[in-house]
């Protein structure tokens, strides 16, 4: 029997509609015969056919990545038993029997000797919305910890914390994405969706052809690029000066009465401070911190209002002005504008987010944040313990209070008052995190690593016990797409035999710690639960249920149960108690940056990382993708040709990135796209090509998002293999 | 008992410092007295000339708000001038009468405009009565007054070629008044820009519609408005040119007489050392505009070649930030973090950069050499010291001007007129110190067309025509030889247009080149 199955691509937060069939005859279980031992990276035969499926967000469109995911399901590497390191640091397959009995041990002995706070979850914006909701319950209640976060703190925490302290609520984008079609003004800041998202461009096409796209970025990127040919406009501020160009924009919008003054009368607060704030940035001082000139930012201004008066002006922010020690600040800065500019929660016009992971809007709503419960509810607040008590039948005392946000928990690892034992869920943190080599230090420090994989990932590798689990085409679930839209995964393959879903793990240790409350390995139960967590809560899911999605119905949060949901938010009114959004005061911070100089021959550059079109995060998949492989190998460092000639490096040199916290050696780049000063290295690639083993693990103030796009480095033409080096060093020592 | 200190002068340095002190304010670790003589709280004097022309409006142009400082515990006194400083007694007497103690003492007074020593104008330049039909546009009601010459479509002549000068001109000229500038020498800007540079500027600022009067020495104004105000300003040549409103754009001379009257050192304006401090006074600093950074020591290098006040905001707002953690520390008390404090950075050549609308130009440093000037670009070079090195652009016809001045490759010197993005790269590499790349001729492109714009499918076969996909164009052609002759036959075959559609329009290319081709 054929299966097919109505789902969504297993990357990125556009989630894609796509439908799964299995190929006709041999595939009667799901599975085809085991690929021979020993295939390397020669790609299995796709156990599964792949098709773009009509749909709002992607109208049947995929990217490479979307059309390749099948060829993961049956990959040589695939983990597909319990792998547990041996003290010979080799990985031998056990029971699942053996592989609890092993963790409930590590938990209970790390507890024992160092309390329940040496015990660490990590989770990520990957896993569905019912894995992360039990993920966070598991943590605190059966393992009875506050030390949980997630890898989405390294992505949609600072626009999180922003959209929060604006509106009172974050949802990434408050309106459909087709709203976008019909756009007259947008204004994209730090995002190269023509990469991260492809079939997302379908969106832009309608401003690009009024010509009223403006990218803001550093680099000439495939996004960027859409706004040549009369598309639009290109802003290349210098990296790390997004702040300064966006008070400058406000500052065009208040001096040339561009403003919507009813608006801002009628539905924000803050706005004196603002104007006095924003007074210090005229567009010609902007221009000599950021580059980009003067009449420049007049325009754009000019434009985000003329477009609001016309066919609507959106302003979206993605990773590129996020990922700072002033993320948050960035972040509102661009919500200030948009406010000054009557755009947020208007018939056509808003400002958004673009959420990067699969359910990394999901994923930062159901309580695996360390500050948070359920339904997008502070921990610290009385009354939202007590519901989640009642909800869980249990005493409000047994919840934990805030955690370590994600940055400040990888920093504890192994450390006294730290944690001696962690779990890590859909996440590759010894390539995804900033400055990796302290990342990998830590895990190798702990006393007890599990991770839960298909792929025996960097992280992985380090651990003392690697959980096989599924991959989505192998399982039913939801997921909340970047429109906050929440989308079924459904099941199309039956997994391989020794694999299990988180949620069976969760359920089995949980018994085996004897914890409180009820877990389930049925996603729809586990759904069922969420419901009532979230009922009342800020996400509430409460009046979506599985047979009214799996109807197609479009089911935006919040739907509290009666309503029928929120495609567009903010309409009435902000979430904060006087319904109005709060315009906060920000400004540049000074940043003081010293560092030794290593080498005479290098030369001071400042190190953008970031993605390519044919990989997603860290990787650990699309690496093992043949056809993704073939296309991006390697990490290649993306550096300008009058740079690269002042230090002898031509296309293809083998050159070395460092600063005090390691080295990346990769293939030079030329390209014109990139500022002189400016170096990209994508992040995808493990070992020396790693670029977080360059990035610095500081931390915005509010929000606990990492500095992925500002680093100092040093830049110079690789003399000899490091290698080498490095052994040579090893002997005279 | 929390540390006390008090700022005269409440302008756009003095607000930018409390702000920076306010949460040690709040915290009880300091107490602050602001005293402003004007009757409002700080406002952005920068956009004055945006005010005087209906740009912007006061409420804008807002730095401050004193009744929120006050709520927040700054004692904040308008409207009023402090009389004298009491050393001794570390303590101000205000006109009003009213002392007010000071554990530490700011001055942020700022500077005043610079009178010309013109017949018919009161030299007086401590309290000068400007007669009516003049104005220095200087705070919020000579604004009112521009305001009113220009919404009347008046005669405006602005006297001087300094950048402020320019800008009000090239504003007013732009909201609809009749605008002379009048200046020393062949061009304006004197000597902060070259002749070419000059040359061109003055040319666009006629294409902008300025009249532009110079080399004319002024001697005089005449007064013969119906109201007796302002008709004429008289020229050393006999001649005259007629107006209905002068703005006098001469330049700001440093307010110091309050710090000469308490017997504090002075230059061009209230000398202080590196941390800010008042000669031999620990008690009192000085920022902005009314502060000259030069030290007791004879010896130091830095102050050998240190400038006076630059007049603009940006150094006396890193003043104002860098006092107020120095302020801080000083009001814990730790000797220690004190001295640990690293001193102010010294301040660059100033920048300037036009504001105006339609119009661009930055200059900074010093542009004096020309190319072939080998005795100037040779002059410094001692010691392994690089030489000066020139390169320039000039297009008078496009009103494109472009001089770097570099010293082993790092900018000493800019100019550039009518490039606007090459104007933002060259100030910025000028901020940081940074190099400038091998091939100068890089930063002239930046305001060129778009290179390499999508011009429709390359006609390389490898390379790629659907990014989304990864489908290179030979691929493409393949599958139209194979047989496909739509676009959705070739995404069905290749996958080529299946992600974003951005390429449909080169895939169709593709398809009829192949049976153009085949009629052919």
Same mark, same amino acid.
């Given at each position: 029997m054929t299966k097919s199955?109505?789902?969504?691509?297993?990357?990125?937060?556009?989630?894609?509609?796509? +439908?799964?069939?299995?190929?006709? *005859?041999?595939? *009667?279980?799901?599975?085809?015969?085991?690929?021979?031992?020993?295939?390397?990276?020669?790609?299995?035969?796709?156990?599964?056919?792949?098709?773009?499926?009509?749909?709002?967000?992607?109208?049947g469109g995929l990217c490479r990545k979307g059309w390749t995911s099948a060829s993961l399901l049956q990959h040589p590497g695939r983990v597909t038993e319990p792998m547990f390191k041996g003290p010979d640091g080799v990985f031998r397959p056990i029971s699942w029997d053996e592989a609890l009995g092993r963790v409930t041990a590590a938990v209970k002995d790390a507890r024992a000797r160092h309390g329940a706070d040496s015990v660490g979850v990590f989770g990520g914006g990957g896993l569905t919305n019912e894995k992360a909701y039990q993920l966070g319950k598991f943590a605190r209640l059966a393992l009875g910890t506050s030390r949980i976060d997630y890898n989405g703190r390294f992505c949609m925490s600072s626009a999180a914390a922003a959209g929060m302290r604006a509106f009172g609520l974050d949802r990434g984008l408050p309106f459909p994405l087709e709203a976008l079609d019909t756009a007259s003004t947008i204004l994209m800041l730090g995002s190269n969706v023509a990469e991260t998202m492809p079939p997302f461009v379908q969106h832009l096409q309608g401003v690009r052809d009024a010509g009223g796209l403006i990218v803001v970025d550093p680099r000439r990127s495939a996004t960027a690029k859409f706004t040549s040919d009369g598309g639009g406009l290109h802003l290349q501020p210098l990296p790390g000066t997004d702040l300064t160009l966006l008070l400058g924009l406000s500052h065009v919008v208040i001096h040339e009465g561009l403003l919507d003054a009813d608006y801002v009368q009628a539905r924000t607060t803050g706005f004196d401070a603002v104007v006095r704030s924003v007074n210090a940035y005229w567009p010609e001082r902007v221009q000599s911190v950021t580059g980009v000139p003067a009449d420049l930012i007049r325009e754009t201004a000019r434009r985000l209002a003329a477009g609001a008066r016309r066919g609507g002006s959106y302003i979206l922010t993605g990773r590129g002005v996020e990922q700072h020690v002033d993320g948050t600040d960035t972040a509102t800065a661009a919500i200030n504008l948009s406010l000054l500019l009557g755009l947020p929660g208007s018939a056509r016009s808003g400002y958004g987010t673009l959420t990067g992971q699969g359910n990394g809007q999901g994923g930062r709503e159901h309580g695996q944040k360390a500050d948070q419960l359920p339904g997008y509810r502070k921990i610290t607040d009385p009354a939202a313990r007590a519901h989640m008590a009642s909800v869980w039948g249990v005493d409000e005392s047994l919840i934990p209070g805030p955690g370590l946000p994600a940055v400040q928990l990888l920093k504890s690892l192994g450390q006294p008052d730290g944690v001696r034992c962690l779990f890590v869920h859909a996440s590759n943190i010894a390539v995804a995190s900033p400055d990796a080599n302290a990342v990998i230090r830590g895990l190798r420090s702990l006393d007890f690593l599990v991770v839960c994989d298909f792929f025996m990932s960097e992280t992985a590798a380090e651990a003392d016990l690697v959980l096989p689990v599924l991959q989505w085409a192998e399982e039913e679930g939801t997921l909340t797409n970047l429109e906050g839209r929440v989308l079924r995964r459904r099941q199309a393959i039956q997994p391989p035999a020794g694999a299990r879903s988180e949620?069976?793990?969760?359920?089995?240790?949980?018994?085996?710690?004897?914890?409180?409350? +009820?877990?389930?390995?049925?996603?729809?139960?586990?759904?069922?639960?969420?419901?009532?967590?979230?009922?009342?809560?800020?996400?509430?899911?409460?009046?979506?249920?599985?047979?009214?999605?799996?109807?197609?119905?479009?089911a935006y949060w919040p739907y509290p149960a009666g309503s029928t949901g929120t495609p567009r938010m903010f309409v009435d009114g902000f979430a904060h108690p006087d319904g109005k959004a709060v315009m906060t005061p920000v400004a540049p911070r000074r940043r003081r940056t010293s560092m030794a100089h290593p080498d005479p021959a290098a030369k001071p550059m400042t190190l953008i990382t970031g993605r390519l079109l044919e990989h997603y995060q860290s990787g650990a998949q699309t690496r093992r993708v043949a056809e993704l492989l073939a296309a991006q190998p390697e990490a290649r460092i993306q550096i300008h040709p009058a740079a690269a000639a002042a230090m002898g490096i031509t296309d293809g040199a083998e050159v070395s990135v460092a600063n005090e916290r390691g080295e990346v050696v990769c293939r030079a780049e030329l390209s014109t796209a990139i500022r002189p000063e400016t170096v990209f290295l994508p992040f995808h690639f493990p070992e020396l090509e790693s670029?977080?083993?360059?990035?610095?693990?500081?931390?915005?103030?509010?929000?606990?998002?990492?500095?992925?796009?500002?680093?100092? /480095?040093? /830049?110079?033409?690789?003399?000899?293999?490091?290698?080498?080096?490095?052994?040579q060093t090893a002997e005279a020592s | 008992m929390s540390e006390q200190i008090v700022i005269v002068g409440f302008g756009p340095v003095a607000a930018r410092l409390v702000d920076e002190l306010l949460p040690a304010l709040r915290a009880g670790q300091v107490g602050l007295t602001v005293i402003g003589q004007e009757a409002e709280a700080a406002y952005n004097?920068?956009?004055?000339?945006?005010?005087?022309?209906?740009?912007?409006?006061?409420?804008?142009?807002?730095?401050?708000?004193?009744?929120?400082?006050?709520? !927040?515990?700054? !004692?904040?006194?308008?409207?009023?001038?402090?009389?004298?400083?009491?050393?001794?007694?570390?303590?101000?007497i205000l006109s009003d009468g009213t002392p007010a103690h000071y554990d530490r003492l700011v001055f942020a007074t700022g500077s005043r405009p610079v009178i010309p020593n013109l017949t018919g104008l009161n030299p007086d330049p401590a309290a000068p009565v400007l007669?009516?039909?003049?104005?220095?546009?200087?705070?919020?009601? !000579?604004?009112?007054?521009?305001?009113?010459?220009?919404?009347?479509?008046?005669?405006?002549?602005?006297?001087?070629?300094?950048?402020?000068?320019?800008?009000?001109?090239?504003?007013?000229?732009?909201?609809?008044?009749?605008?002379?500038?009048?200046h020393n020498g062949p061009h304006p800007l004197g000597r902060n820009i070259d002749r070419g540079g000059g040359t061109v500027l003055s040319a666009s600022l006629r294409n902008c519609g300025v009249r532009m009067a110079g080399n004319a020495r002024s001697t005089g104004v005449e007064h013969n408005a119906p109201d007796g105000g302002f008709s004429a300003l008289l020229l050393d040549d006999g001649s005259a040119i007629d107006g209905d409103l002068l703005v006098l754009s001469c330049g700001v001379r440093p307010r110091i007489e309050l710090a000469e009257g308490c017997g504090l050192s002075t230059g061009t304006g209230i000398l202080v050392d590196h941390r800010l401090r008042a000669h031999h006074e620990p008690h009192i600093f000085a920022i902005g505009d009314c502060a000259e950074v030069r030290c007791p020591d004879p010896a130091c290098i830095e102050c050998r070649t240190a400038r006076g006040p630059s007049g603009l905001v940006g150094p006396g707002w890193r003043q104002a930030e860098w006092l107020a953690e120095y302020l801080l520390l000083l009001s814990e008390g730790a000797a220690e973090d004190v001295d640990s404090l690293p001193q102010l950075p010294q301040e660059k050549p100033g920048v300037v950069v036009l504001k105006a609308r339609g119009m661009n130009m930055a200059v900074a440093g010093d542009n004096s050499a020309d190319p072939w000037d080998e005795e100037v670009l040779t002059a410094g070079a001692v010691n392994g010291r690089p030489r000066l090195q020139i390169a320039q652009w000039a297009d008078p016809e496009h009103g494109r001007y472009v001089k770097m001045t570099t010293r082993g490759g790092v900018l000493e010197g800019l100019v550039s007129v009518g490039m606007p993005r090459t104007a933002g790269e060259l100030v910025q590499l000028f901020e940081r110190g940074a190099e400038l790349p091998t091939d100068r001729s890089l930063l002239l492109r930046l305001d060129g067309p778009d290179q390499l714009a999508s011009a429709g499918a390359s006609n390389n076969p490898e390379s790629t025509v659907c990014r989304c996909a990864g489908v290179s164009g030979g691929k493409i052609a393949e599958a139209v030889t194979g047989g496909c002759s739509t676009v959705a036959e070739v995404s069905a075959s290749t996958r080529a247009g299946t992600g974003c559609g951005g390429c449909h329009e080169d895939i169709k290319g593709l398809i009829e080149k192949h049976f153009q081709g085949a009629a052919a």
């Open positions: 199955a109505d789902t969504h691509c297993p990357y990125c937060a556009l989630q894609c509609a796509m +439908t799964l069939k299995s190929p006709a *005859a041999p595939a *009667a279980t799901g599975l085809t015969p085991a690929v021979q031992p020993g295939s390397g990276p020669v790609p299995a035969a796709p156990a599964l056919e792949v098709s773009g499926r009509d749909f709002p967000t992607n109208r949620l069976w793990i969760m359920a089995r240790l949980a018994e085996a710690l004897d914890a409180p409350s +009820t877990y389930s390995d049925d996603p729809e139960t586990v759904f069922e639960e969420l419901r009532l967590a979230s009922a009342g809560g800020a996400a509430d899911y409460s009046g979506i249920d599985y047979a009214m999605l799996d109807s197609g119905a479009a670029a977080n083993r360059l990035t610095e693990a500081a931390t915005d103030p509010i929000s606990g998002m990492p500095e992925f796009k500002f680093n100092k /480095v040093w /830049v110079r033409l690789a003399v000899a293999t490091p290698i080498t080096s490095l052994l | 004097r920068v956009l004055v000339a945006d005010l005087g022309v209906g740009r912007t409006t006061p409420e804008a142009l807002a730095l401050a708000d004193a009744a929120a400082l006050v709520a !927040d515990g700054v !004692d904040v006194r308008l409207g009023v001038k402090v009389r004298r400083v009491d050393r001794a007694r570390q303590s101000v007669p009516p039909g003049v104005t220095a546009l200087r705070d919020l009601r !000579d604004a009112e007054v521009l305001r009113q010459a220009v919404a009347g479509r008046k005669r405006v002549v602005v006297l001087g070629g300094g950048v402020l000068g320019l800008e009000t001109a090239l504003a007013a000229a732009e909201e609809g008044a009749t605008v002379t500038v009048v």
